[in-house]
């Protein structure tokens, strides 16, 4: 979003101050995701209804602002929307202004993967190429799911940067997709297989005659709308919850972000099988999957073990000690607070 569109929705008294953050943070080369930015507009949206004419952040501010967040996302949420407003408050302490910096009330909800079975799998895409035409009349649910999830699966992405993706970024020729924006600010390019490449380019030409000129690859409905942060997971639990499948599985319950997981595990233990040396390649995946350092694909290779034993004898990088804690790589695509 361009600094001048950013201002122009900004309507409340700490308008200018919100403004001038972020410019001096984009200035500094700090990069500002979609969501952070998204997150300062509904904070003015907040100052805006409840303190009109407030110019700090006190702690009436700080106050009312974790309750109304509070009261429409999860725990984790709250603290993702927090984040980016608590570095606010720091930069108007050091400025002067008399604020303070918001406390965190609730801890974060560590996240357990689900490993997906092969009868989990066929039950799910087979729900999803038979999902029913939604009740909106101009809804893509049924065109647009099914091949999201198939994305997903094949590839490794996370929900939001398939949702994301948008025309220019996927190359049909070459299989190629170009990742602009991702969790650890990284471009990079992941290559699908034939046969994804061919759902792509069908779903591809059947929308292109629905929404010719759709600018996102991903659209949710006959106008050509991009996918909404929420969209991905509500179709996951269209598709899934009322499945046989769904009602005996075990705990941790299946979510839409654990099919990243599951090519991730599945990756690993191929190549175990193939007998190739984990720790030689290992680091494929950490570029693949756009991690910023080998620890956080270390966490997979903790999962192959716990599945297969055996694996611990081939690898020697993870006897460091280090085991990320799997929050730090999860795309939470919950439906962010909006005043």
């Known amino acids: 979003m361009e600094i001048s569109e950013f201002k122009s929705q900004l309507k409340s ?5 919100i403004a001038e953050f972020i410019e001096r943070k984009r200035l500094a080369g700090n990069y500002l995701s979609d969501d952070s930015i998204r997150f300062f507009v509904n904070f003015d949206s907040f100052m805006f209804k409840f303190f009109p004419s407030e110019t700090c952040i006190n702690k009436n501010v700080s106050y009312k602002f974790i309750e109304e967040i509070s009261k429409r996302v999860s ?15 720091k930069y108007l302490i050091a400025i002067g202004n ?4 918001p406390e965190i009330p609730c801890k974060y909800i560590r996240y357990n993967c689900h490993l997906i079975t092969t009868d989990e799998l066929v039950a ?6 038979t999902l029913p035409a939604s009740s909106h009349h101009d809804s893509l649910r049924e065109i647009t ?23 220019n970024d996927v190359n049909l020729e070459s299989g190629k997709i170009f990742i602009r924006e991702s969790k650890a600010h990284q471009l990079r390019i992941v290559i699908v297989s034939d046969d994804m490449l061919k759902v792509l380019r069908n779903y591809d030409h059947k929308v292109n005659q629905i929404a010719p000129n759709r600018t996102s690859f991903f659209v949710k409905n006959i106008n050509g709308q991009s996918l909404k942060a929420h969209s991905i997971n509500m179709w996951f639990h269209d598709i899934w919850d ?5 009602k005996v599985q075990k705990m941790p319950k299946m979510t839409s972000r654990d099919f990243r997981h599951c090519f ?8 175990y099988k193939e007998g190739r040396d984990i720790n030689s390649i290992a680091d494929y995946l950490v570029t693949y999957m756009g991690h910023s350092d080998f620890a956080q694909s270390s966490y997979y290779i903790h999962l192959a073990e716990i599945a297969i034993p055996e694996l611990r004898n081939s690898i020697h990088r993870i006897d460091d000690g280090i085991l990320p804690d799997i929050d730090s790589m999860i795309d939470d695509d919950e439906v962010p607070y909006d005043a």
């Open 264 to 271: 991730a595990f599945n990756c690993i233990t191929k190549w």
């Open 242 to 246: 009322n499945l046989p499948e769904a």
């Open 98 to 101: 008399d604020s303070i910096i």
């Open 124 to 129: 799910f895409f087979k729900s999803a190429d």
């Open 75 to 89: 725990n984790n949420t709250v603290i993702r929307i927090l984040t980016p407003i608590r570095q606010f408050a």
């Open 145 to 167: 799911a099914p091949v999201c999830f198939r994305l997903l699966y094949s590839s490794g992405l996370r929900t939001g940067e398939v949702r994301r993706l948008s025309v």
């Open 13 to 17: 008294s700490m308008k200018d101050l």
